[in-house]
């Protein structure tokens, strides 16, 4: 078997064990979920699952990285798209994506210690990044903006109206209009003057 095949087959595996683990955290929670049971989910041995997860925790850490990589994944509209316009289309996916998992989301992030929701947000998606240099490069935005210090302040932004919308006491908002709206606030004081 080539290199290439082995690696594309342990995605396929990965992937397979991610939504097996994903599944069943959704039906009896993240604490109660043992890696025997997502082993008997994914119909392969115990040792496999730990072979390619050596911790359960390691499947939250995918789960994050996973949507992190979608963002990298979105098409740009045009070369020329304004990097603020990349921006909010980046929250906006971020926002449908918790909001097609709300449960699974809130649980998942209950589950996580106060250390490991800091490493969860960070490092700040790569595609934020990429846009906040993309802007600075075009004059859009500030140049003398350090883009690590804007990102992080995003990252913040995005995790605590997250935090916010997944209590369930909490008033009911609209998790993509909020985001939009902070988004805009950080943008308006970033614009190159």
């Given at each position: 078997?080539?290199?290439?095949?082995?690696?594309?087959?342990?995605?396929?595996?990965?992937?397979?064990l991610?939504?097996?683990?994903?599944?069943?955290?959704?039906?009896?929670?993240?604490?109660?979920?043992?890696?025997?049971?997502?082993?008997?989910?994914?119909?392969?041995?115990?040792?496999?699952?730990?072979?390619?997860?050596?911790?359960?925790?390691?499947?939250?850490?995918?789960?994050?990285?996973?949507?992190?990589?979608?963002?990298?994944?979105?098409?740009?509209?045009?070369?020329?798209?304004?990097?603020?316009?990349?921006?909010?289309?980046?929250?906006?996916?971020?926002?449908?994506?918790?909001?097609?998992?709300?449960?699974?989301?809130?649980?998942?992030?209950?589950?996580?210690?106060?250390?490991?929701?800091?490493?969860?947000e960070?490092?700040?998606?790569?595609?934020?990044?990429?846009?906040?240099?993309?802007?600075?490069?075009?004059?859009?935005?500030?140049?003398?903006?350090?883009?690590?210090?804007?990102?992080?302040?995003?990252?913040?932004?995005?995790?605590?109206?997250?935090?916010?919308?997944?209590?369930?006491?909490?008033?009911?908002?609209?998790?993509?209009?909020?985001?939009?709206?902070?988004?805009d606030?950080?943008?308006?004081?970033?614009?190159?003057?």
């Amino acid at each position: 078997m080539t290199q290439g095949r082995r690696a594309a087959q342990r995605e396929r595996m990965r992937a397979r064990l991610l939504a097996a683990a994903l599944e069943l955290f959704g039906k009896y929670g993240y604490d109660a979920t043992t890696i025997d049971q997502i082993a008997a989910k994914a119909d392969v041995a115990r040792q496999t699952v730990l072979n390619h997860y050596p911790h359960k925790r390691d499947f939250m850490r995918a789960w994050g990285q996973d949507r992190r990589d979608q963002l990298l994944r979105l098409p740009e509209v045009d070369g020329t798209e304004p990097a603020a316009e990349q921006l909010r289309r980046y929250f906006a996916a971020l926002a449908a994506m918790n909001e097609q998992e709300r449960e699974l989301t809130g649980m998942l992030r209950a589950s996580l210690r106060h250390d490991e929701v800091l490493v969860q947000e960070k490092p700040v998606p790569q595609a934020v990044l990429t846009a906040i240099r993309r802007g600075q490069a075009r004059g859009e935005f500030d140049p003398g903006a350090e883009p690590e210090l804007v990102a992080e302040v995003l990252a913040a932004i995005y995790s605590d109206t997250l935090s916010r919308w997944l209590i369930p006491a909490e008033r009911p908002f609209d998790l993509a209009k909020l985001l939009a709206v902070k988004l805009d606030l950080v943008l308006r004081g970033l614009v190159a003057r």
